[in-house]
């Protein structure tokens, strides 16, 4: 455990009656990953995270009140305190200014993958390789209100990061401007 909580995985996942695990027969990638558990989600209202550590549950409750209190259909976690290094939170800040410009979101930080939402935004979800991080400005093209709060951001426990110069700008690039024709 760390803070309190149970480390992300199968094993805390299916100690809990409410979750269901579900495996994949290969890997193939994050955003395949995301769709097939929104795909088969049952509840009203979806909770998302990585499993890298890096995200806090205990962040969940004020995403909820967030989403409540606003009426809004996306609530998502904004990593305003990186645990990253210095290439990449800089690559990231100018990867988000450049999306919040072409888009139209409004949003800082939409690689953040802790979000709270309606299951009817799942409709508005265009499937493609970088989905996850282009969930909210999907949702937001489709005329769904997304917010935004600060959530705490750890160093990650596990894994490695998939994401270098090409995931981080040729592939984000090459998405975004697909979105914006759209």
């Not at 806090?56 to 609530?75: G, K």
Request: charged residues 25%.
């Amino acid at each position: 455990t760390r803070g309190g909580y149970a480390e992300p995985g199968p094993a805390s996942a299916s100690a809990n009656p409410h979750a269901r695990v579900i495996s994949l027969p290969k890997n193939r990638g994050q955003a395949t990953a995301l769709l097939t558990g929104l795909q088969t989600a049952a509840g009203e209202l979806i909770f998302t995270m990585d499993g890298d550590g890096q995200n806090d549950p205990q962040d969940f409750p004020p995403l909820l009140e967030l989403l409540q209190r606003q009426n809004l259909d996306v609530a998502c976690g904004w990593r305003r305190d990186r645990h990253d290094s210095v290439v990449r939170r800089l690559m990231s800040r100018l990867a988000n200014t450049i999306r919040r410009r072409v888009l139209h979101d409004g949003l800082h930080d939409a690689g953040c993958q802790l979000r709270v939402f309606h299951r009817k935004v799942i409709g508005a979800l265009r499937p493609s390789p970088l989905m996850q991080s282009f969930l909210p400005a999907m949702a937001v093209a489709a005329g769904y209100r997304v917010g935004e709060l600060p959530v705490r951001h750890h160093p990650r426990t596990q894994g490695e990061s998939k994401y270098g110069l090409g995931n981080l700008w040729w592939r984000p690039c090459t998405e975004m401007m697909r979105l914006r024709r759209e």
